[in-house]
């Protein structure tokens, strides 16, 4: 694996991470109210695009980070539906 590889997979770790704090807070929380389904419809599909982008580009980081990401922000909207 070379270094750009490995900046691209702790890029994605970072980033990805970074959603995983709101998901068990309004998991614990029950509540969503503060989270826009607007924001969160957009960026599903940006991150779904993402996704489809790396899987044509066979780039690790690009696919890891966005399916990750993807699960967390669909796990979000469901928790926003659920607990409205």
Do not use: E, H
Not at 53 to 64: K, P
Request: no cysteine; charged share 10%; glycine share 4%.
């Amino acid at each position: 694996m070379d270094y750009l590889t490995i900046l691209g997979l702790v890029a994605a770790t970072l980033t990805t991470s970074a959603f995983f704090p709101q998901m068990l807070k309004t998991w614990q929380s029950k509540s969503a109210k503060d989270v826009s389904y607007t924001m969160v419809i957009t960026f599903i599909i940006g991150v779904f695009l993402w996704l489809i982008y790396g899987i044509y580009r066979q780039d690790l980081a690009i696919i890891l980070a966005n399916l990750i990401t993807l699960i967390f922000n669909l796990i979000i909207l469901w928790l926003k539906i659920k607990y409205r």
